[in-house]
């Protein structure tokens, strides 16, 4: 009973997500042919589909406040990536878009998978380690440390480059883009990860100021004159650009095809590298990290420099979805997606939570919204009952809540007409019973 | 030496020419560029007057600033552009005991002394647009459908008077059902293909859409698009009638129909001319709207360019 009790409690977010979603079967409205319109595939795609800019910032952020920092520029920063990659579309850029595009396409892909290879592996012989219960350090050999990885970078390459070539030509251009507006949306981040880390800024100050100045830049780049960067008027280019919106083999839109990739892969990086390792230590305790040999910096500048990265993909399938680049096309986005990393349960003093508690965060932000535009409910009214759902869910995340109803029970009951600091020396059985609860809770989170 | 001379007597004024300052409240909307394009283009006109242009930056405050500065300038002429009615009163006053004329435009201030006030009237363009909707729809009397409307803003002056010079027409047709309630764009393409998606998924026959603004008209075109069914949803109305936008979209056949909202800026210029030749103004024009449709809309591209 009490595994089960722990069980529920531990999981109380999953459990969360299926009311959401049932309550959203229940009240919904139906087709006239009698089916259910929230549970229809296609409601619940486009609920994926919506959610998944915002997801992927989301995503870059979690890493971001999981080290106890935070980045507040990821709405500007998106808005910039979007106005690059408008113009690359629109002006001639665009062939130069699939000329540099697609080299730098294979060399960032297979040094990524590189990187990634060698994470897993110095990963993996960590963990084979611990589960054996002893603390012997293994080592990786040479082999294991450049050659595998290596391998696994080529072969990426190489299926990148076979796969681009047997595409149209304009197709290049799409890859280009996906990989151009993105790096320089990270040179941001960069900027900011410096700021924070030579320049000893606090993030929310460093972050803050990008958050001004590139909105700015992103306005400078579109030509001050220029409020918005139109895609639709008659390029070749919005043709091969569909491929970003459109569904992989009629199954998922492409757009939560990248969120859930994001998800999975910077999900396995957390768990399963030493990047991730670091991170919760950095996180969890900077001086004692710093103290244990940890390359704090380095790991910091990694977080802000993917947080850029993420918002910079997020802006170029902004764009692939609603045709247009705009220096605002993501303001307030860096709070929605605070709100849905708050509520996938890590804590904004960094050291705690993960990434699948941000899916399940942006999916109850998304599925909610879904189900209040069903109901046909006022905007406005949408926006008091999205500030509510925040409180709640971290209410009942953080366990203030049961500390509340214990609180109100305990006072109901009349066992506790004395003052809790005057009680605390008794220790009347009452009160010991119900700080013996609120620690069983505490253990169980 | 400028410095030398007494506070009044700047150079400008000493070769007989002027300065006209305006203060714009933001640059990120479409329609304000556009205001800025038109103002400038009619300055190119008046050789002999000094524009200058200021972006408030969407900000109350900074706006005040920057008449603020331009008061501190000593201009001949104040146009004003006000992001929000009241924020803005009390330094348009502080500009009238300067001496200083004030022109507003598109927006109202709350006070009477202004010397003129130039707009566009939101209730005429909505009502103009909900009598061609009840057209579209069968005439009147006989008009069926299913519309969907997609708000501005919902705290702003226009987008409540554009939805009742809408319903004027529309709420008089009994067969008209309308299918959302009051779900706001927020004047934005995005948020409207988002809202349209929704409507799409909610309602197997949709009429009508009627996007307070052109962007959020030509959002919902792309949601209908994207779900196939824009042949469908026969009747895509907007409002501004920008030349890059709206009458764009009308000449391809994305949007049905839009009505002008034309910018105050050349007119307002002009008429800031005629208050430095010592002419006296009316104290309100309202500039008149326009059907767009695909007939004049390709007329209307070429003229501008």
């Known amino acids: 009973m009490k595994a089960l009790f722990r069980l529920l409690s531990r999981t109380k977010l999953y459990w969360g997500l299926l009311l959401i979603c049932l309550i959203g ?3 919904s409205p139906h087709t006239s042919s009698g089916h259910n319109i929230f549970l229809s595939y296609g409601n619940l795609t486009d609920v994926l589909r919506q959610v998944s800019i915002t997801g992927l910032v989301a995503t870059g952020m979690t890493m971001v406040i999981l080290l106890g920092g935070i980045d507040l520029s990821v709405g ?11 113009m690359l579309l629109t002006k001639p850029g665009w062939t130069s878009a699939s000329v540099l595009g697609v080299p730098a396409a294979i060399l960032v892909s297979g040094a990524a998978v590189a990187l990634a290879a060698r994470f897993v592996f110095a990963g993996l012989a960590r963990g084979r380690d611990v589960s054996a219960g002893r603390r012997r350090e293994i080592s990786l050999t040479h082999w294991q440390r450049t050659g595998i990885p290596g391998l696994l970078g080529l072969a990426a390459a190489i299926a990148i480059g076979w796969w681009t070539m047997g595409q149209v030509p304009a197709k290049f251009g799409v890859l280009g883009v996906l990989v151009i507006a993105p790096c320089l949306a990270m040179v941001l981040g960069g900027i900011n990860g410096l700021l924070i880390v030579a320049g000893r800024l606090q993030p929310f100050i460093a972050t803050l100021a990008m958050m001004v100045s590139a909105l700015g830049i992103a306005r400078l780049t579109a030509g001050s004159d220029n409020a918005v960067v139109p895609v639709y008027t008659g390029t ?9 919106r459109s569904m992989l083999w009629g199954v998922l839109p492409v757009p939560s095809v990248f969120f859930l990739a994001a998800i999975c892969l910077f999900g396995a990086i957390l768990r399963f590298t030493t990047f991730g390792r670091y991170a919760y230590a950095i996180g969890g305790n900077i001086e004692a990290a710093k103290l244990s040999g940890i390359k704090v910096a380095q790991v910091q500048l990694t977080a802000y420099l993917l947080s850029s990265l993420l918002a910079g993909i997020a802006g170029v399938l902004f764009v692939a979805q609603y045709r247009q680049g705009k220096p605002d096309a993501g303001t307030g986005l860096e709070l929605d997606a605070i709100a849905a990393v708050v509520i996938g349960g890590t804590s904004l003093m960094g050291g705690r939570g993960g990434l699948a508690g941000t899916f399940v965060g942006v999916l109850i932000f998304g599925l909610l919204s879904d189900i209040l535009q069903l109901q046909n409910i006022d905007s406005n009214v949408q926006l008091v009952m999205k500030g509510l759902i925040i409180v709640c869910t971290v209410l009942v995340q953080e366990q203030n809540l049961g500390q509340l109803v214990a609180r109100w029970r305990f006072r109901r009951s009349g066992e506790a007409q004395a003052d809790p600091r005057t009680a605390e020396p008794h220790r009347p059985p009452s009160a010991a019973k119900a700080e013996f609860a609120r620690e069983d809770l505490d253990e169980a989170s | ?3 030398y001379l007494p506070a009044g007597w700047t150079p400008a004024r000493a070769a007989g020419r002027s300065k006209v300052g305006f203060s714009q409240c933001t640059t990120l909307e479409p329609w304000r560029v556009q205001f800025n394009k038109d103002i400038q283009a009619e300055a190119k006109n008046h050789p002999d007057i000094d524009l200058i242009i200021t972006d408030g930056q969407d900000k109350t405050e900074k706006q005040v600033a920057d008449c603020d500065n331009l008061i501190v300038q000593q201009v001949n002429v104040l146009l004003v552009s006000p992001k929000e009615s009241a924020g803005l009163t009390g330094v348009v006053e502080k500009a009238i005991d300067a001496k200083i004329p004030v022109i507003v435009l598109d927006r109202n201030v709350d006070t009477k002394r202004i010397t003129q006030f130039i707009g566009g009237d939101n209730v005429a363009i909505g009502k103009a647009a909900g009598e061609h909707a009840v057209k579209l729809l069968g005439g009147p009397g006989k008009a069926a459908g299913n519309v969907v409307e997609i708000w501005g803003g919902m705290g702003t002056q226009p987008a409540h008077d554009r939805h009742d010079g809408f319903h004027a027409f529309t709420d008089k047709e009994p067969g008209i059902k309308y299918l959302l309630n009051n779900q706001s764009g927020d004047w934005k393409q995005d948020k409207a293909y988002d809202i349209m998606t929704t409507a799409l998924r909610n ?6 859409v009627y996007g307070h603004n052109d962007p959020m008209a030509y959002g919902a075109y792309l949601a209908a698009k994207d779900a196939g069914r824009d042949k469908d ?3 895509i109305i907007g409002i501004d009638g920008l030349p890059d936008e709206g009458v764009t979209w009308v000449s391809k056949g994305q949007l ?9 800026g050349a007119e307002g210029l002009r008429q800031a001319a005629k208050l430095l030749k010592g002419e006296k103004l009316k104290p309100v024009i309202t500039l008149p709207t326009m059907l767009i449709t695909k007939e004049n809309a390709s007329e209307i591209l070429k003229k501008n360019g």
């Open chain 2, 256 to 264: 049905t129909a839009t009505f002008l909202y034309a910018t105050p």
């Open chain 1, 76 to 86: 500007s920063v998106m808005g910039f990536s979007t106005v690059i990659c408008a």
């Open chain 1, 25 to 27: 079967a229940v009240v």
């Open chain 1, 236 to 244: 070749n280019a919005t043709e091969a650009f569909e491929l970003l």
């Open chain 2, 1 to 3: 030496m400028t410095i």
């Open chain 2, 233 to 235: 949803i026969k009747f």
């Open chain 2, 203 to 208: 309602n197997e026959k949709i009429d009508m």
